[in-house]
């Protein structure tokens, strides 16, 4: 398998512009996490779907982002209007489940973000 | 407290020695603890998890686990300079499927 992809790998764009990260899972998993990196604030969760449904969005910095998973092989996330304190690298990871037990994540690439 | 806390680096090991990282957690729940490896300018890469108290080992590297005192810790044996990277601990919280990560602790091995 290819992993997951992520893209693009680097985006630069100014401030109050619209950006979309996209991510594709790995296939057959059926968790798809969205997480932000900065050096300040380590790696926060920001978003998670299970089956393409969103499960919990408590990580989402405010309505600026949004993201969705219109089918289990592909995720976006959006940023808009976009500000320079977004800029971070964005990881996409999925995971297999099977009943409760948590199983590891496998992490993207990253886009790394800048906004200007 | 934070949800998982892992001991702060950077921390120099010389290279042959033993690495020994630390992590603590908040949730007595949690069952699955993860270690992943980041290299500079890298994504995460999932090195190790461990389900069961004690000890379980892959090659060079040793996952214990204490849950009565809520700390995983992770061993590197002879440690190479290729070891250098950051170390981050996750831990699902809540019976969720969500991983919480830890800052992470900064690994540099000095030939």
């Known amino acids: 398998d290819a992993g997951v992809i992520q893209s693009p790998r680097h985006e630069v764009t100014e401030m109050g512009q619209e950006v979309t990260l996209r991510c594709k899972p790995i296939?057959?998993?059926?968790?798809l996490f969205w997480y932000r990196q900065t050096m300040m604030r380590g790696l926060e969760l920001l978003i998670y779907f299970n089956n393409n449904v969103p499960i919990d969005d408590s990580g989402m910095p405010e309505d600026r982002f949004s993201a969705k998973m219109p089918n289990a092989s592909f995720s976006t996330l959006k940023i808009q209007p976009s500000e320079p304190r977004d800029s971070a690298v964005y990881f996409c990871?999925?995971?297999?489940?099977?009943?409760?037990?948590?199983?590891?994540?496998?992490f993207g690439p990253g886009t790394r973000l800048t906004v200007t | 407290q934070k949800e998982v806390e892992q001991n702060s680096g950077p921390l120099s090991v010389p290279e042959g020695a033993i690495a020994s990282l630390n992590c603590t957690y908040s949730?007595?729940?949690?069952?699955?603890f993860f270690w992943y490896r980041q290299y500079s300018g890298k994504s995460p890469e999932l090195i190790m998890f461990i389900y069961s108290n004690g000890d379980k080992e892959d090659g060079r590297f040793t996952a214990q686990l204490n849950k009565a005192s809520q700390y995983v810790s992770l061993l590197i044996r002879d440690s190479q300079p290729s070891d250098s990277a950051t170390y981050l601990c996750a831990v699902p919280l809540q019976g969720a499927q969500k991983l919480v990560f830890g800052q992470g602790t900064r690994l540099t091995i000095n030939p």
């Open positions: 949730d007595r729940g949690s069952q699955s």
């Open positions: 990871a999925s995971s297999f489940s099977q009943g409760v037990k948590v199983y590891e994540q496998y």
């Open positions: 296939s057959g998993h059926d968790y």
